[in-house]
Structure formats: structure tokens, C-alpha cells
């Protein structure tokens, strides 16, 4: 069975990191497109950054350019979020997301998170306080 688990959200002060993991099982991250959505309070669903595992092409949405990064270690089919400099804006429940097809898409002269991706982890909650 496909299955992906989101942990390591808590409650941290704003200036604050914290990382995220996401545990797969059933797949191979290597060979997939693998994101991080968040959903903050009020607003819809938004793709936070992703990476294609077949040519690197990555995406970083404007709010967290330099302060976030998405890594994974193959040996485990883990994923992680690092997130650094943790803004009260920041507060969302984070999910770790998976699209079998492995590339970005391409529009606009632009790379893009897909669209639906194809499977998802339950989500954790991340909470910045100031």
C-alpha cells in the first residue's frame, strides 16, 4: 500500500526552525515528484516548494524562498522540510504530497507544483507564535 506520514510539527516561537518529515512506504521518492502544501487558517490549500526526482527542477513559492528547503534521504524514503526563520504567517497544518508523473509542469516560462498530485500524507500542525 501507498502510504505517506507527515510528523514534526509543534509550537515554536517566531525566528524559530523546525523540520518536517514525511515516511513513505510502498513507492520510491527517487523516481516521483515530491511536495510540501500547507493550509493556513482562512485560506485555501497552496504548494509550499516541490522537486522532481528525475532532473531536480524545483519550485519555491515566493513566502519562503530562503528560509525553507526540501531534502530526502533515499536510504530511509524520507523527505524532509527544513524551515528556518519561522514567521507567525507560517502557521498551517503542512502536508507532504507525492504525483507519479516525474517532472514539474512547465507553463508560462515558469516551473509549477502539479496541479493534483496524486497522493497525500495527513497532515501536521505548525504553529508560530510571536
Known amino acids: 500500500d501507498v502510504q505517506l506520514q507527515a510528523s514534526g510539527g509543534g509550537l515554536v516561537q517566531a525566528g524559530g526552525s523546525l523540520r518536517l518529515s514525511c515516511a513513505a512506504s510502498?513507492?520510491?521518492?527517487?523516481?516521483?515528484?515530491v511536495a510540501w502544501y500547507r493550509r493556513a487558517p482562512g485560506k485555501e490549500r497552496e504548494a509550499v516548494l516541490c522537486?522532481?526526482?528525475?532532473?531536480?527542477?524545483?519550485y519555491y513559492a515566493d513566502s519562503v524562498k530562503g528560509r525553507f528547503t526540501i531534502s530526502s534521504d533515499n536510504a530511509k524514503n524520507t523527505m524532509y522540510l527544513q524551515m528556518n526563520s519561522l514567521k507567525p504567517e507560517d502557521t498551517a497544518v503542512y502536508y507532504c504530497?507525492?504525483?507519479?508523473?516525474?517532472?514539474?509542469?512547465?507553463?508560462?516560462?515558469?516551473?509549477?507544483?502539479?496541479?493534483?498530485?496524486?497522493?497525500w500524507g495527513k497532515g501536521t500542525l505548525v504553529t508560530v507564535s510571536s
Open positions: 504530497a507525492v504525483d507519479l508523473y516525474p517532472a514539474l509542469h512547465y507553463y508560462g516560462g515558469s516551473y509549477y507544483c502539479p496541479k493534483n498530485m496524486d497522493y
Open positions: 510502498g513507492f520510491n521518492f527517487r523516481i516521483n515528484t
Open positions: 522537486i522532481s526526482n528525475s532532473d531536480g527542477t524545483r
